[in-house]
Every structure is written in C-alpha cells, then in structure tokens.
C-alpha cells in the first residue's frame, strides 16, 4: 500500500480511521452522482451521515487493547529487488516518490523521469520503483494494471536497449494468471511480425491478450503477500536517454 497507512492497508480494520460516510458519499457526488450507485448502499451512507449508523472508531483510545504493526512494505520489497541487482552488477536508482495515477500515463512518465534524471549513464543501472496505478476501464479485453503499465512502456521503448518490468507483488494483476509483464525495444517488433497492433490492445484494455501473443508475462502463482506493485527499468551502460 501507498505510504504504508495501516488505516489503509487490507481497509484498517484494527486502526482508527480517519474517514467518514459524508467523505464516501461526496466521492460519489464528485464522480457519477449518487443515482449511479445501487440503492441499498447509498441509503447506508447516508444513514451513517445522518448519525444512524455508528462511524468506525476514529481514535486510538477507541481500540485500547489493539497494538498494530507494519511487518512487510514496498520498501522492504525494493530492498530485497536492490540486493539482487547490486549482486548482479548494477548501481541501483530507487525512485524516492511512489508510481500512481492511470497505469499508461503513469509508464510513459516514468521513463520520462528516468531519461532525465539518467541522461546516458555510462554504467549499468537498475532503476527501483513501487506504486499502485489505476486503469480506467473502457474496453473488454483482459489484463491488469501491471500488464498494461508494461505495454504502454513497450511503446515508449520501440527499438531502445532498456528492458521494463512491471508486477504486484502479490503474483496477481487484474483478473488474470499472471503477476505483470516485461518488455524492451524489442517487443514491438515482435508484435509486428505476428501483425498485431499494440494501441488496439491498449485501447481495449485487453493487456494480457497481447502478452499472451508476444510474450512477456511474469507469472508467480499467489505470494501470500501483498506490498503494492514494483516497476524494474533496467539500463545497459551504453545506453542512450532512450524512449519516445
């Protein structure tokens, strides 16, 4: 989870939590209206904004027997992601602020950063992030935000020597088998010789699809843990500043 917020992390059910039914409700003003939603669940909130349904404890002394600990994080996971690159050879970049925002904007930004924070680097690096992207769903196809983060990577890395991978750390993305994807300046290419349009993949928000043709997905099977998703940009020594 983002920040490592207990209140947030499995929805806080044993912390204090700072949100009300009138801040629930006001998403649903701010989005599609409250009619957009099912009856029973609207009445619910507004029930509770009315004072007829208890709020959740809202202070610690409200749990006073409840001590609760962080024992796993992405930053424990990029720790572990930084000891296996440096033992393979590479200086590691870890990004100080956290992946979010919609997955295929959110790649495409990324490796803008790297690009600019990199420049050509003249050594190996191993470029360390985490976040939890959004998708916004508009087509019918299959996938997940990991896999769609590294497809819309791949099509900033036509022909570039840099290899992305994208993955939640739970070994599972979306309603699929796979825990994410990686691709490079080759994928592309691959997707041509077999006549594939990646934009019409990414448009019909059917990533995995599109890995299941070219290749590229990172399959886990469940990890029994769950720290939010870790991005992996690898950088060869002669590369260049690299994307489009």
């Known amino acids: ?22 801040d629930a409700l006001a998403v649903f003003d701010r989005l599609a209206g409250r009619s957009a939603y099912p009856p029973a669940v609207v009445a619910h909130l507004e029930a509770g904004a009315a004072g007829r349904v208890d709020e959740t404890p809202k202070r610690q002394s409200d749990l006073p027997r409840v001590t609760t600990r962080v024992v796993g994080s992405a930053r424990r996971a990029l720790d572990g992601a930084a000891d296996a690159a440096r033992a393979r050879g590479y200086d590691v970049l870890r990004r100080p602020t956290a992946i979010t925002g919609e997955a295929r904007y959110a790649a495409a930004d990324h490796l803008t950063w790297i690009g600019q924070t990199l420049g050509a680097p003249g050594r190996r690096v191993c470029v360390l992030a ?11 196809g299959r996938g997940g935000r990991n896999q769609e983060f590294a497809l819309a990577s791949a099509l900033a890395l036509d022909g570039a020597s840099w290899c992305v991978a994208s993955l939640g750390t739970d070994g599972v993305d979306g309603p699929t088998d796979a825990a ?20 019409a993949y990414l448009h019909a928000n059917d990533s995995w699809s599109f890995f299941h043709r ?13 720290v939010g998703d870790v991005q992996v940009v690898l950088v060869p020594a002669d590369a260049d500043a690299g994307v489009r």
Request: aromatic share 4%; net charge negative.
């Open 1 to 22: 989870m983002v920040g490592d917020d207990p209140s947030v992390i499995g929805s806080g059910p044993t912390v204090p939590d700072p949100t009300t039914f009138g």
């Open 130 to 140: 985490s976040g939890e992207t959004t998708v916004r769903v508009t087509g019918q």
């Open 214 to 226: 070219v290749g590229g997905h990172i399959t886990t099977g469940p990890t029994d843990t769950n």
């Open 180 to 199: 994410g994807a990686w691709v490079d300046g080759s994928t592309l290419d691959r997707a041509r010789r077999l006549g594939l349009d990646p934009m």
